[in-house]
């Protein structure tokens, strides 16, 4: 099992430009999440899916959109790349959601560095 | 509010005890998580606890939780050159319809000199 994988693991734009961050998982969780990680604020949550066909916002949405593709992946999109966007994205998933049990459990892949110029 | 706080920065010797130190501002928190994240790596699930539980040990790793302070700690006996990484609380909060939330710590620094 790889877990949760993302690509890629490191990606340099220009401000203006857009690009897809990819993330796959082979756990058969039902939930997964996209979160931003900047220095001394710990992560924030940009946007997560419950489930395989939903998906909602999370602290920090502005900027970015997702697509729940299917139950495995789950993308996330910045159309037009701000350097307030440069940061280390990170996504996870988990069995399940808001059950207040283990399955609400999360795990993370290695991230992706974004620099924006 | 929800907000969890940890202390930055956490020197210690090899061979030593660690202890790092969370507070958390929810009561409604379900689970408490410790996160290990390794230079240039992604988050490490290291243990966790259930909150109704006052203490969990796990081989080096002991977490104990005082729910009505609001306190969790990660103490890490005989700690190694290898635990030198950033660790970060996280408590689960259980909102209404189903659905919750993980709220992070800033993370505590931990540096372990030889």
């Known amino acids: 099992n790889a877990g949760v994988t993302q690509t890629p693991k490191f990606q340099v734009l220009k401000t203006g430009q857009s690009m897809t961050l990819q993330c796959a998982q082979d756990?058969?969780?039902?939930?997964m999440y996209w979160y931003r990680q900047d220095p001394g604020m710990g992560l924030r949550l940009i946007y997560y899916?419950?489930?395989?066909?939903?998906?909602d916002k999370g602290e920090v949405p502005n900027g970015y959109n997702v697509s729940r593709l299917n139950k495995r992946e789950f993308s996330l999109r910045l159309e037009s790349a701000a350097p307030s966007q440069t940061s280390v994205y990170f996504c996870?998933?988990?069995?399940?959601?808001?059950?207040?049990?283990?399955?609400?459990?999360?795990?993370f892949g290695p991230g992706t560095r974004l620099t924006v110029l | 509010g929800e907000d969890v706080e940890q202390s930055l920065f956490l020197s210690v010797r090899e061979g030593d005890s660690s202890v790092i130190n969370c507070t958390y501002t929810?009561?409604?928190?379900?689970?408490l998580y410790w996160y290990k994240q390794e230079p240039g790596a992604g988050l490490q699930l290291l243990t966790y606890?259930?909150?109704?539980?006052d203490m969990k040990q796990d081989q080096r790793l002991t977490v104990l939780l005082n729910k009505k302070d609001k306190h969790l700690s990660l103490r890490i006996a005989d700690t190694q050159t290898g635990d030198s990484a950033i660790y970060f609380c996280?408590?689960?909060?259980?909102?209404?319809?189903?659905?919750?939330?993980?709220?992070f710590g800033q993370g505590t620094t931990l540096q372990v000199k030889p």
């Open positions: 606890i259930f909150s109704n539980m």
């Open positions: 756990m058969n969780h039902n939930s």
């Open positions: 996280a408590e689960s909060i259980l909102l209404s319809g189903n659905t919750g939330k993980l709220i």
């Open positions: 996870a998933s988990s069995e399940n959601f808001g059950t207040a049990t283990r399955k609400d459990t999360q795990y």
């Open positions: 899916s419950a489930s395989e066909g939903t998906t």
């Open positions: 929810d009561s409604s928190s379900t689970y």
